[in-house]
């Protein structure tokens, strides 16, 4: 079994859980393209199978989230997993609007404490529930779209963000607030695209059965937006660089009418580069 399974994840569920428990439902190793925090729920792509090689391309693709900043608030974690401290004012909605074109484009953004960065061999999150105080440095992310949906209650906003890989919605909280002379954390979050996953097609965790899983499994070459190269020459699946006639760039490959995995074409010739069958 290969494939990508489009998991609609609910608040308060691991990304590692999920993928746990697609792994025990489908008798095959798993990996998630991309984690959702416990708090957020949404769209979150599990790989089965081979599929999983697929990691890095999924890496840098675009996301959309749902968000909601509170104002005059804040928290080590910067969401409502940890204590709540009180400050700071409450901006108005045209206040908002104004300073968000600053955070729209390539921005640098400084990672939250309580993150899965690795420092020195441990995570963030480790040192920052020791009470400890790591420097993090700051990271270059791209903004595409950062639009203020509407007022939600007397201190919060919804948001709506679409950002490259990488992105963390938590420190944009914090930013924004900051620009504003304020404090700022993440009330929710809810990821309903990523990359060609949308929420329309995911399916809940609890729905999924041995039984019905590959009704919902999605085919690897569905996923890939690359053109088809068939090449039947074995010499190719062993290693070897094949003359091709085919344009530069990355292809599905297939082997007798049968999905193999991806091909790059480089200067006349072509090469394997993973089987994802």
Same mark, same amino acid.
Not at 42 to 49: E, I, Q, R, W
Not at 60 to 87: H, I, M, N, P, Q
């Given at each position: 079994m290969t494939g990508f399974v489009n998991i609609d994840k609910r608040e308060g569920v691991s990304s590692t859980y999920a993928v746990n428990r697609l792994k025990r439902l489908s008798g095959t190793p798993c990996g998630h393209m991309g984690t959702l925090d416990p708090l957020a729920s949404g769209v979150l792509p599990v790989a089965v199978g081979n599929a999983s090689r697929l990691f890095e391309y999924f890496l840098e693709k675009e996301k959309t989230y749902l968000a909601r900043f509170r104002?005059?608030?804040?928290?080590?974690? #910067?969401?409502?997993?940890?204590? #709540?401290?009180?400050?700071?004012?409450?901006?108005?909605?045209?206040?908002?609007?104004?300073?968000?074109?600053?955070?729209?484009?390539?921005?640098?953004?400084?990672?939250?404490?309580?993150?899965?960065?690795?420092?020195?061999?441990?995570?963030?999150?480790?040192?920052?529930?020791?009470?400890?105080?790591?420097? #993090?440095?700051?990271?270059?992310?791209?903004i595409y779209e950062f639009c203020l949906l509407e007022q939600t209650e007397k201190d919060e906003f919804l948001f709506r963000i679409v950002c490259g890989g990488g992105t963390y919605i938590r420190s944009l909280a914090r930013d924004v607030a900051r620009a504003l002379g304020t404090e700022g954390l993440m009330a929710s979050l809810r990821r309903t695209k990523s990359g060609i996953f949308t929420e329309e097609t995911a399916v809940p965790l609890d729905a999924l059965t041995p039984e019905n899983l590959r009704e919902y499994l999605i085919p690897t070459e569905d996923v890939l937006p690359f053109p088809a190269l068939e090449m039947d020459d074995e010499r190719l699946y062993h290693g070897l660089s094949l003359p091709c006639k085919g344009e530069d760039g990355q292809y599905k490959l297939y082997r007798g009418g049968q999905f193999y995995g991806l091909a790059r074409v480089e200067n006349g010739l072509v090469k394997a580069e993973k089987k994802l069958c």
């Amino acid at each position: 079994m290969t494939g990508f399974v489009n998991i609609d994840k609910r608040e308060g569920v691991s990304s590692t859980y999920a993928v746990n428990r697609l792994k025990r439902l489908s008798g095959t190793p798993c990996g998630h393209m991309g984690t959702l925090d416990p708090l957020a729920s949404g769209v979150l792509p599990v790989a089965v199978g081979n599929a999983s090689r697929l990691f890095e391309y999924f890496l840098e693709k675009e996301k959309t989230y749902l968000a909601r900043f509170r104002f005059g608030v804040t928290s080590k974690s #910067l969401d409502r997993e940890s204590e #709540l401290l009180f400050g700071g004012r409450v901006p108005s909605a045209e206040e908002i609007g104004e300073v968000l074109p600053r955070f729209v484009g390539e921005i640098e953004q400084v990672p939250p404490a309580f993150s899965a960065i690795s420092i020195g061999g441990k995570r963030s999150y480790e040192y920052a529930r020791q009470g400890r105080e790591v420097p #993090l440095n700051a990271k270059r992310v791209h903004i595409y779209e950062f639009c203020l949906l509407e007022q939600t209650e007397k201190d919060e906003f919804l948001f709506r963000i679409v950002c490259g890989g990488g992105t963390y919605i938590r420190s944009l909280a914090r930013d924004v607030a900051r620009a504003l002379g304020t404090e700022g954390l993440m009330a929710s979050l809810r990821r309903t695209k990523s990359g060609i996953f949308t929420e329309e097609t995911a399916v809940p965790l609890d729905a999924l059965t041995p039984e019905n899983l590959r009704e919902y499994l999605i085919p690897t070459e569905d996923v890939l937006p690359f053109p088809a190269l068939e090449m039947d020459d074995e010499r190719l699946y062993h290693g070897l660089s094949l003359p091709c006639k085919g344009e530069d760039g990355q292809y599905k490959l297939y082997r007798g009418g049968q999905f193999y995995g991806l091909a790059r074409v480089e200067n006349g010739l072509v090469k394997a580069e993973k089987k994802l069958c």
